[in-house]
């Protein structure tokens, strides 16, 4: 009997074997993809959130600051009341007066509080120094005001370290000018009529010396006086501890 063939094993080359171990695992980019989206998205949103935050807050800063903002409220310091003779004129009369002091602020407040003896005592000699006749008008108690502010705004001043400023009541008007000079208009001759002759052609003969000798000779022109600057009464600055002063009484007796 004819032998069956001997089987030859069916081997797969190597190449292909090591192929196929070999082959690389494909991954999907898609969840790259996907989280990088999420992260511009994210970084975007973050970047407008903050800018466009930020310029809310400045806008609405801005408003607030084009709003007029409310006054702050006053604050008053009252003096006790104060009875002097005043300066003889005539007849000895005194002042009883009682004021009140209005601050920048409360630490104002508190320094005026704090010297009030000194005050007082400032207060007590500037009022014994005025005469009947100056504060017995509006615009004289005005001024009595005004001085009295400054020599209280002084003091508080003063404790602070700060410079003090000369007592002045008077200060020139801003933005007021002086009045120019009016010089004299030469004269004109009228219409229709001749103009007048020379003055040596008209001159009478000379008088004899004798004359001339007697006449008197013309006084000077006076020299015109110069015109008083414009003033009006001084006022607090801004800075000053002590704005105002008002009397809540004010009797002459």
């Keep these: 009997m004819a032998k069956a063939p001997a089987k030859k094993d069916e081997k797969k080359p190597e190449a292909e074997v090591e192929g196929e ?16 989206v999420v992260l511009l998205a994210a970084g975007g949103g973050a970047t407008w959130f903050f800018v466009f935050k930020g310029k809310g807050e400045g806008e609405q800063a801005a408003q607030q600051q084009a709003k007029p903002q409310p006054p702050k409220p006053p604050v008053f310091v009252p003096l006790d009341a104060f ?8 007849n000895e009369q005194y002042l009883q007066v009682a004021a009140t002091l209005k601050v920048l602020d409360q630490s ?14 400032r207060t007590l000699t500037l009022l014994s120094s ?10 004289g108690r005005e001024r009595l005001a005004e001085e009295m502010r400054q020599t209280a705004n002084n003091i508080i001043l003063a404790a602070a370290g700060k410079p003090v400023k000369p007592v ?6 801003t933005g ?15 219409e229709g009529m001749a103009p007048a002759a020379d003055a040596t052609a008209a001159a009478p003969a000379a008088a004899p010396a ?22 009006t009464l001084s006022k607090a600055a801004a800075d000053d501890p002590v704005q105002s002063v008002f009397f809540t009484s004010f009797i002459i007796q």
Excluded: F
């Excluded at 005025?130 to 615009?139: D, F, R």
């Excluded at 007021?176 to 009228?190: F, I, L, V």
């Excluded at 001339?212 to 006086?225: I, K, L, R, W």
């Design 168 to 173: 002045l009541l008077d200060v020139p008007k």
């Design 21 to 36: 171990g070999e082959q690389p695992k494909k991954k999907s980019k898609l969840p790259l993809i996907i989280g990088l």
């Design 210 to 231: 004798d004359a001339a000798q007697a006449a008197p000779a013309a006084a000077p022109a006076a020299a015109p006086a110069a015109p008083k600057p414009a003033t």
């Design 108 to 121: 104002a407040a508190d320094a005026a509080k704090q010297y009030m003896p000194e005050v007082r005592h």
């Design 83 to 90: 009875t002097v003779n005043l300066s003889a004129e005539q």
């Design 176 to 190: 007021e000018e002086a009045p120019a000079e009016t010089k004299p208009e030469e004269a004109k001759p009228q």
């Design 130 to 139: 005025k005469k009947p006749s100056q504060i017995a008008t509006a615009e």
